[in-house]
């Protein structure tokens, strides 16, 4: 709505509120200064550039003004908030409107259910804004293999250690993402999680280090050649504890970061996040009793699988570091 105008008390008004706008958000931008400066990046804590727009949305509601009044402020607070030391990034920026998808590739921890075991990709959609479509293709069970292979792994290891694949045909899941019509296309995202199945000593599930790495390669060129930007996830920790402190409990993490510098593939460590959370709910120690209190909402009877609850928690971590990571999926975060 209009502010009345009468005489020269229309500009005079406007002054004050800009005014009013202008010193909030230079107070702010100290805040989040101090903020950046103080706070770890892995602070469990809400992104102070949201603190920044909420203050900035709290000052300008004192009063309905017109754009076009807002021209000679603009810079001021832009270059405020620069001088203050703010990136431009952590500015309140417009919502990403251009649709995207967000494919996923992983285990059970990742995957689409209702009931025990939910994995957090389930939980994931309601993170961002509605110009996010996301396609959830996590199978539980599965090592990256066997995701990619389907159902063509056999339980016969060959001599190089590794289990034979045959016929070389890729799994139904997969081809449906390399579809030149359907599948992975241009600014989409492809997630990808696994390195828990993988551990396994026998066939048809055991993968080894070096092919790990291959895999993983091979998923984020496939993305990368039709312009969608791949995700690597280090696999999220059991529960376990050691005293009072919940620790890390997988392997391929080394695997992980060696194949995202090999792709140019950023790496969310999903693996520290986790046990770090587990650690800030006071999960440890615990009696080992999956059914009732903290433990036993977070995960199902078991030390591995999530309740509806974990699993939201899960995704907000993930949904987190790409925010904290200045990964380009961040525009689309409500």
Avoid at 67 to 77: L, N, T
Avoid at 280 to 286: D, H, K, R, S, V
Wanted: hydrophobic fraction near 45%; glycine fraction near 8%; charge should be neutral.
């Amino acid at each position: 709505m209009d502010i009345p105008q009468t005489g020269e008390a229309r500009p005079v008004r406007h002054r004050k509120l800009f005014s009013l706008v202008f010193a909030a958000m230079v107070f702010v931008a100290a805040v989040i200064v101090a903020a950046m400066t103080a706070a770890p990046a892995s602070a469990l804590t809400a992104p102070a550039s949201a603190n920044a727009v909420t203050a900035a949305n709290a000052a300008t509601a004192a009063g309905s003004v017109e754009s076009s009044d807002c021209s000679e402020y603009a810079s001021s607070v832009t270059a405020a908030l620069a001088a203050a030391g703010v990136p431009a990034a952590a500015q309140a920026a417009p919502a990403a409107t251009t649709p995207v998808t967000i494919w996923m590739a992983g285990d059970s921890t990742m995957m689409n259910a209702t009931t025990c075991p939910i994995g957090w990709g389930s939980q994931f959609a309601p993170y961002f804004n509605s110009s996010v479509t996301v396609k959830n293709s996590a199978v539980g069970g599965r090592s990256i293999q066997t995701w990619l292979y389907d159902p063509n792994v056999t339980t016969t290891m060959n001599s190089a250690g590794e289990c034979v694949i045959s016929p070389e045909t890729y799994s139904t899941r997969w081809q449906a993402m390399l579809d030149s019509s359907t599948g992975m296309k241009a600014g989409d995202y492809l997630f990808i999680a696994f390195g828990i199945n993988d551990g396994s000593t026998t066939c048809n599930r055991h993968v080894g280090s070096a092919r790990y790495q291959e895999l993983l390669g091979v998923m984020a060129k496939a993305a990368q050649a039709r312009g969608a930007h791949p995700i690597f996830l280090t696999p999220t920790a059991a529960i376990t504890c050691s005293g009072s402190t919940a620790v890390g409990n997988r392997g391929f993490l080394t695997e992980t970061f060696a194949a995202g510098t090999a792709n140019n593939v950023p790496v969310i460590d999903l693996h520290k996040l986790s046990y770090t959370l587990y650690n800030a709910l006071g999960l440890c120690p615990n009696n080992g009793d999956y059914t009732t209190g903290a433990v036993g909402a977070f995960f199902c009877n078991d030390h591995t699988h999530f309740e509806a609850a974990g699993a939201v928690q899960i995704a907000g971590l993930v949904a987190k570091a790409i925010r904290d990571q200045g990964i380009a999926l961040a525009s689309y975060l409500k």
